[in-house]
């Protein structure tokens, strides 16, 4: 365990407590007060209500869209539904920046609706909910429908039987076995949008921000840092509390788990109402989820001969110091180091936290979740204010963007990996260790084989969530190295056809890279693996 900590510490928690120590001291003396004066203002109200409300409402949002989605998955066997699996999953991967730039072209100015019936939806808060809705479908899909597949049915068949009525049955049978897992991923899908930074700052314009939004404001526009300081202090604290609910009622879902029957349920629907809920999720896939993408690809092909593609081999230093398809390679290889770093040490942190128990135990394994809800913009400016002094002086070395990335994915990696190390016997690592085994051959020949496949998965995972990132790396990305999200959100901010062209182009090529990465991930996807 001592290396995870130690990463931790030094790349999580000594940048964050730097950013904070810097806004909020002052002559080495703690301002404190600054607390209260940051919380009087009205605009800054407006963004704690602002980001509260929207989280809360994207979630009801969310869980209304795609519980029906999750009954389908899990009782319903049709032909593609592999396929459509790993459809509804790509959104989840996708980086916020092309999310935001794929409903930019569905609702914006020249958008598909603009060009329709005249109706524009950017800047409102209606393309922000749906683009939460669009980004965490899978989430409810996944982490529900992994539990409802589990459930027994003949335990409501036989509620039915005694004389409830199909709905009695449900609330009073499924319903209370499946409220953990509604629960768990309400709770996923609010940290999510609580934290939501590139697809407000996309779609949202100058009307609506979130407190990460307002963080990047703060810290690269005004330089206001002792504001950014309170903001983060407030976001800390807030996904803390989060993170603790969600960690309860993962417990609970794991209790649930080990009473129901574990066979597998799913079957041809059956009668015209089945197949009526069938066809309604398959419309709101495609409307919801495949409409987005498919614009993104159509508006970056509006130029004849591939033109925007073509663009993207030109130098332009108006923006970047080398020609934007350079962030394809660099994105590349800054992914491939980062899902190194993610793997050796969330495989370590997981390992660790199978073969141990207790509290503190338990405050490691929520300390991994907190990268995914702290802010990345803090996290990502407080390398730089860091990571620049001897013996960890960074600042002008390429590893800090895979540093940050694989931040993100080490909760990805101790997810993934954390049910298979539980499921594996302990007797057998036991076994070997008597006969002789060293430490590292019981992990070579009892734990890896049996984790290997898990631990692919949780590669792909840590390659596309690092692929993604934005919120740090938008901070530590060198002008001649830009990352693919990077380069498309400068496109996006530079007035003119051509560069909304070419981050359309970027957009969809980092969209496919994604894609291809979780299609691989899905061939080795077994059900032993971990769901979100």
Same mark, same amino acid.
């Given at each position: 365990?001592?290396?995870?900590?130690?990463?931790?510490?030094?790349?999580?928690?000594?940048?964050?407590?730097? !950013?904070?120590?810097?806004?909020?001291?002052?002559?080495?003396?703690?301002?404190?007060?600054?607390?209260?004066?940051?919380?009087?203002? /009205?605009?800054?109200?407006?963004? +704690?209500?602002?980001?509260?409300?929207?989280?809360?409402? /994207?979630?009801?949002?969310?869980?209304?869209?795609?519980?029906?989605?999750?009954?389908?998955?899990?009782?319903?066997?049709?032909?593609?539904?592999?396929?459509?699996?790993?459809?509804?999953?790509?959104?989840?991967?996708?980086?916020?920046?092309?999310?935001?730039?794929?409903?930019?072209?569905?609702?914006?100015?020249?958008? +598909?609706?603009?060009?329709?019936?005249?109706?524009?939806?950017?800047?409102?808060?209606?393309?922000?909910?749906?683009?939460?809705?669009?980004?965490?479908?899978?989430?409810?899909?996944?982490?529900?429908?992994?539990?409802?597949?589990?459930?027994?049915?003949?335990?409501?068949?036989?509620?039915?039987?005694?004389?409830?009525?199909?709905?009695?049955?449900? =609330?009073?049978?499924?319903?209370?076995?499946?409220?953990?897992?509604?629960?768990?991923?309400?709770?996923?899908?609010?940290?999510?949008?609580?934290?939501?930074?590139?697809?407000?700052?996309? +779609?949202?314009?100058?009307?609506?921000?979130?407190?990460?939004?307002?963080?990047?404001?703060?810290?690269?526009? !005004?330089?206001?840092?002792?504001?950014?300081?309170?903001?983060? &202090? !407030?976001?800390?604290?807030?996904?803390?509390?989060?993170?603790?609910?969600?960690?309860?009622?993962?417990?609970? =879902?794991?209790?649930?788990?080990?009473?129901?029957?574990?066979?597998?349920?799913?079957?041809?629907?059956?009668?015209?109402?089945?197949?009526?809920?069938?066809?309604?999720?398959?419309?709101?896939?495609?409307?919801?989820?495949?409409?987005?993408?498919?614009?993104?690809?159509?508006?970056? +092909?509006?130029?004849?001969?591939?033109?925007?593609?073509?663009?993207?081999?030109?130098?332009?230093?108006?923006?970047?110091?080398?020609?934007?398809?350079?962030?394809?390679?660099?994105?590349?290889?800054?992914?491939?180091?980062?899902?190194?770093?993610?793997?050796? !040490?969330?495989?370590?942190?997981?390992?660790?936290?199978? =073969?141990?128990?207790?509290?503190?135990?338990?405050?490691?394994?929520?300390?991994?979740?907190?990268?995914?809800?702290?802010?990345?913009?803090?996290?990502?400016?407080?390398?730089?204010?860091?990571?620049?002094?001897?013996?960890?002086?960074?600042?002008?070395?390429?590893?800090?963007?895979?540093?940050?990335?694989?931040?993100?994915?080490?909760?990805?990696?101790?997810?993934?990996?954390?049910?298979?190390?539980?499921?594996?016997?302990?007797?057998?690592?036991?076994?070997?260790?008597?006969?002789?085994?060293?430490?590292?051959?019981?992990?070579?020949?009892?734990?890896?084989?049996?984790?290997?496949?898990?631990?692919?998965?949780?590669?792909?995972?840590?390659?596309?969530?690092?692929?993604?990132?934005?919120?740090?790396?938008?901070?530590?990305?060198?002008?001649?190295?830009?990352?693919?999200?990077?380069?498309?959100? =400068?496109?996006?901010?530079?007035?003119?056809?051509?560069?909304?062209?070419?981050?359309?182009?970027?957009?969809? &090529?980092?969209?496919?890279?994604?894609?291809?990465?979780?299609?691989?991930?899905?061939?080795?996807?077994?059900?032993?693996?971990?769901?979100?």
């Amino acid at each position: 365990m001592a290396l995870p900590v130690a990463f931790f510490g030094v790349f999580f928690a000594y940048p964050v407590a730097a !950013i904070v120590a810097r806004g909020l001291k002052v002559d080495g003396v703690w301002q404190l007060g600054r607390i209260w004066d940051v919380l009087a203002q /009205s605009d800054i109200r407006h963004v +704690l209500w602002f980001t509260t409300w929207q989280a809360l409402a /994207s979630t009801a949002l969310t869980l209304l869209i795609a519980l029906p989605g999750a009954y389908v998955f899990a009782r319903f066997d049709f032909r593609g539904k592999q396929v459509l699996r790993a459809v509804v999953t790509v959104p989840f991967v996708l980086p916020t920046v092309v999310v935001g730039t794929a409903f930019l072209a569905l609702v914006g100015r020249g958008g +598909l609706l603009d060009e329709l019936w005249g109706v524009r939806l950017d800047t409102t808060v209606w393309a922000i909910l749906l683009a939460h809705v669009f980004f965490n479908y899978a989430v409810v899909v996944r982490t529900v429908g992994g539990l409802w597949s589990q459930l027994d049915p003949r335990q409501e068949e036989a509620a039915r039987m005694l004389g409830a009525s199909r709905l009695a049955a449900w =609330r009073k049978v499924t319903l209370p076995a499946l409220s953990p897992a509604v629960a768990a991923a309400a709770l996923m899908v609010f940290l999510f949008t609580f934290t939501s930074f590139g697809v407000v700052q996309i +779609l949202g314009g100058p009307t609506f921000s979130t407190l990460e939004v307002e963080i990047y404001r703060q810290t690269s526009e !005004i330089f206001d840092l002792s504001t950014a300081a309170v903001l983060t &202090i !407030i976001q800390f604290v807030a996904v803390g509390a989060i993170l603790a609910v969600h960690a309860w009622t993962v417990r609970r =879902r794991e209790t649930a788990l080990r009473l129901v029957a574990p066979e597998t349920t799913a079957r041809r629907p059956r009668g015209a109402g089945q197949w009526a809920l069938l066809a309604g999720v398959l419309a709101t896939i495609a409307v919801l989820l495949v409409l987005p993408l498919a614009v993104l690809v159509q508006r970056s +092909l509006d130029a004849p001969d591939f033109g925007y593609y073509r663009a993207l081999t030109t130098d332009d230093s108006g923006i970047f110091l080398v020609a934007p398809i350079e962030a394809i390679g660099n994105s590349l290889e800054y992914a491939l180091a980062a899902t190194a770093i993610a793997v050796l !040490i969330g495989g370590l942190a997981a390992a660790a936290l199978t =073969r141990r128990a207790g509290r503190l135990v338990r405050g490691f394994d929520a300390l991994l979740m907190l990268p995914l809800g702290v802010s990345a913009v803090t996290v990502g400016f407080g390398f730089l204010i860091a990571l620049d002094e001897p013996p960890l002086n960074l600042r002008s070395s390429w590893i800090l963007v895979p540093l940050a990335q694989a931040l993100v994915g080490v909760p990805f990696v101790v997810r993934t990996m954390l049910p298979v190390l539980r499921a594996v016997d302990g007797r057998l690592r036991e076994a070997a260790a008597v006969l002789g085994a060293s430490p590292w051959r019981v992990w070579r020949e009892v734990d890896l084989p049996m984790v290997r496949r898990a631990l692919l998965v949780a590669a792909g995972f840590a390659f596309a969530v690092s692929l993604g990132e934005f919120g740090a790396t938008v901070f530590i990305a060198r002008p001649d190295n830009p990352t693919l999200p990077v380069a498309v959100a =400068r496109l996006l901010g530079r007035a003119g056809d051509l560069n909304y062209g070419q981050a359309m182009a970027l957009s969809t &090529i980092l969209m496919v890279v994604c894609a291809v990465a979780l299609l691989l991930l899905e061939r080795v996807r077994t059900d032993r693996t971990g769901e979100f």
